[in-house]
């Protein structure tokens, strides 16, 4: 059974984690347009985390201002750099390994305006239509994998290893 203050970190540790998330992908489908794949999702991950390291020392973890000073502070950056280098190379290897598998589908919202010309045969002919929504389904679910394997990386590496069992007050 996972104790009270174990759920309340992964509670706050997952909230932190959907805010790096949307981080991660904002950058990766802003960057995916003129970046390769693997450079564009490197670059999502480097920046979300920046925002997840300092949520999460200050929120999660529970890390004082004042706690964190001189080599303690040092030792907990490096060790978290370490944790992001590990788990950031392997979010990488998934999502690339999840772009060759899945198919590559797109999923397309159309909107179709029909002809106005007279006669049945002109009424069911369709004078054009408009791409309202497309987004690539294998793209997607290739992030999605990579984040949940390198939450939980992530998650046990920060509660036993970065900021430790009994550093953590949440």
Same mark, same amino acid.
């Given at each position: 059974?996972?104790?009270?203050?174990?759920?309340?970190?992964?509670?706050?540790?997952?909230?932190?984690?959907?805010?790096? %998330?949307?981080?991660?992908?904002?950058? @990766?489908? #802003?960057?995916?347009?003129?970046? !390769?794949?693997?450079?564009?999702?490197?670059?999502?991950? =480097?920046? #979300?985390?920046? =925002?997840?390291?300092?949520?999460?020392?200050?929120?999660?973890?529970g890390v004082k201002?004042?706690?964190?000073?001189?080599?303690?502070?040092?030792?907990? +950056?490096?060790?978290?750099?370490?944790? @992001? #280098?590990?788990?950031?190379?392997?979010?990488?290897?998934?999502?690339?390994?999840?772009?060759?598998?899945? !198919?590559?589908?797109i999923l397309q +919202?159309?909107?179709? %305006?029909?002809?106005?010309?007279?006669?049945?045969? +002109?009424?069911?002919? +369709?004078?054009?239509?408009?791409?309202? %929504?497309? =987004?690539?389904?294998?793209?997607?679910?290739?992030?999605?994998?990579?984040?949940?394997?390198?939450?939980?990386?992530?998650?046990?590496?920060?509660?036993?290893?970065?900021?430790?069992?009994?550093?953590?007050?949440?």
């Amino acid at each position: 059974m996972i104790s009270s203050k174990t759920y309340i970190a992964f509670t706050k540790f997952g909230i932190v984690g959907g805010l790096s %998330f949307l981080v991660d992908l904002s950058v @990766y489908y #802003a960057t995916g347009v003129f970046l !390769p794949s693997y450079l564009a999702k490197a670059l999502g991950i =480097v920046v #979300a985390t920046g =925002v997840n390291y300092k949520l999460n020392s200050l929120w999660t973890w529970g890390v004082k201002k004042g706690e964190n000073v001189g080599d303690k502070q040092q030792s907990v +950056l490096r060790n978290y750099l370490l944790l @992001y #280098a590990m788990s950031g190379s392997l979010n990488v290897l998934t999502n690339e390994l999840m772009l060759t598998l899945l !198919p590559d589908w797109i999923l397309q +919202l159309n909107v179709v %305006f029909p002809s106005h010309a007279t006669g049945e045969a +002109l009424k069911n002919t +369709l004078l054009g239509s408009k791409e309202l %929504f497309s =987004v690539k389904v294998d793209k997607l679910f290739a992030v999605l994998v990579a984040t949940i394997v390198g939450m939980m990386v992530n998650f046990v590496g920060q509660k036993l290893w970065v900021f430790g069992k009994s550093k953590s007050q949440g």
